[in-house]
């Protein structure tokens, strides 16, 4: 598929044509839901945890006797119809980590990547570079760039300057280009993508 590229001016300065392997791939919704379930499955922490009654202080004489109280027999003051007693089938430390093969990890990063660009929401600029770190500067330049909503600006190595410069801004982000997912694809409205991320991207999902 074509695309334009743009400067930091905002101008159209060539076209050029992206790998329709990664950007044109037939779209797999079945494919992206159950990579996004994984991703947010896999960053579940698992540490809750309630105490049994084995867990909670106490209760090792029992209430009352057997018999002859009239009242309900009972053996300790931590069962679990007692207040301060133990939780029954409370949540215990797990791991929520779902498997998911990487052929089919990366074939969803296609399919996120080809609605992008199928609904014009992919923006290809030449570079993005700055002297010193300005919030103002990037601001300035999303703009020239007609992008007012959400963005995900990816870069292909750390860059400290663009870093600082977009760290104040509200709903845009900095992703590296090594660690694309599903789930910042799907959740900016658009992606910036410098030329010097392709041959990265491409490594990966080629």
Not at 30 to 38: C, D, E, F, Y
Not at 75 to 87: D, E, K, L, M
Not at 126 to 149: C, H, N, Q, W
Not at 168 to 196: F, Q, W
């Amino acid at each position: 598929m074509k695309a334009i590229v743009k400067n930091m001016a905002g101008e159209q300065v060539s076209e050029m044509e992206l790998n329709d392997a990664i950007f044109a791939a037939p779209v797999n919704e079945s494919l992206m839901h159950q990579a996004l379930v994984r991703q947010l499955a896999n960053a579940h922490r698992g540490t809750h945890k309630t105490k049994g009654r084995s867990d909670v202080a106490g209760g090792g004489a029992k209430p009352w006797r057997q018999k002859g109280t009239g009242r309900a027999r009972q053996g300790s003051i931590r069962a679990p119809q007692w207040r301060h007693g133990g939780t029954v089938f409370g949540p215990q430390p797990r791991s929520y980590e779902k498997k998911m093969p990487r052929k089919m990890r990366r074939a969803a990063l296609r399919s996120a990547l080809s609605v992008v660009a199928g609904r014009n929401a992919l923006v290809v600029v030449d570079e993005i570079s700055f002297e010193v770190p300005k919030t103002r500067e990037m601001e300035a330049l999303l703009e020239r760039l007609e992008i007012y909503g959400s963005a995900l600006i990816l870069l292909p190595q750390r860059d400290d300057t663009i870093e600082l410069s977009v760290r104040n801004i509200p709903d845009v982000k900095i992703l590296h280009a090594a660690y694309l997912n599903i789930r910042d694809l799907l959740g900016y409205e658009t992606v910036v993508l410098p030329l010097s991320v392709l041959p990265t991207i491409e490594a990966i999902l080629g």
